[in-house]
T-cell receptor, first 113, second 113 residues
Framework: DTAVSQTPKYLVTQMGNDKSIKCEQNLGHDTMYWYKQDSKKFLKIMFS???????INETVPNRFSPKSPDKAHLNLHINSLELGDSAVYFCASSQGKANQPQHFGDGTRLSIL | DAKTTQPNSMESNEEEPVHLPCNHS???????IHWYRQLPSQGPEYVIHGLTSNVNNRMASLAIAEDRKSSTLILHRATLRDAAVYYC??????????????FGKGTKLTVNP
């Protein structure tokens, strides 16, 4: 069983569209994250949720809206997609205690035409 | 965020040991040293972490300098599957565990057959 699963794996869409990426973890963790890896391979945090509550929001445009319906899910909705949104988006989860490792999904590769 | 410095790339031969260095001269007393790696087309994967003493697990060993200003990740026998980007990351243990991971550029390890 995949611990952190993201769907879709690939997403190709046109500028201006709205799209969502889903993430689910079956590890029983209480904290979930979204990271973005750009074309230069830099990985950067976008959001973090603990027990369905937003705790990190790293200066991300408000076109990006995370939603956590329960502790096991953290979805990412993106409005009015722009060319610069092309990247790989990684979901991760951890047990929110000091030094607990974060477990990552395999990423969603978003390409904007 | 405390910073780490790693070589951009390193090369190794299969079945030989690999020593991946990391400098963190501004480390604070509550910072743990974490290592993650990212295999091609996958999300980051936790490798090991430590505070002051050397640590071993099934994946690798972590050697921490006495002054804690540097550390070395040791892969005892590199395999082709160890080819990845390795990230050295500092995590403040007082932050409770839900904090973001701050990724640098990492070290791209190439393993030659």
């Amino acid at each position: 069983d995949t611990a952190v699963s993201q769907t879709p794996k690939y997403l190709v869409t046109q500028m201006g569209n709205d799209k969502s990426i889903k993430c689910e973890q079956n590890l029983g963790h209480d904290t979930m994250y979204w990271y973005k890896q750009d074309s230069k391979k830099f990985l950067k945090i976008m959001f973090s949720y603990n027990n369905k509550e937003l705790i990190i929001n790293e200066t991300v445009p408000n076109r990006f809206s995370p939603k956590s319906p329960d502790k096991a899910h953290l979805n990412l909705h993106i409005n009015s997609l722009e060319l610069g949104d092309s990247a790989v988006y990684f979901c991760a989860s951890s047990q929110g205690k000091a030094n607990q490792p974060q477990h990552f999904g395999d990423g969603t590769r978003l390409s904007i035409l | 965020d405390a910073k780490t410095t790693q070589p951009n790339s390193m090369e190794s031969n299969e079945e030989e040991p690999v020593h991946l260095p990391c400098n963190h001269s501004t480390i604070s007393g509550t910072d743990y040293i974490h290592w993650y790696r990212q295999l091609p087309s996958q999300g980051p994967e936790y490798v090991i972490h430590g505070l002051t003493s050397n640590v071993n697990n099934r994946m690798a060993s972590l050697a921490i300098a006495e002054d804690r200003k540097s550390s070395t990740l040791i892969l005892h026998r590199a395999t082709l599957r160890d080819a990845a980007v390795y990230y050295c990351i500092l995590r403040d243990a007082t932050q409770g565990g839900s904090e973001k991971l701050v990724f640098g550029k990492g070290t791209k390890l190439t393993v030659n057959p």
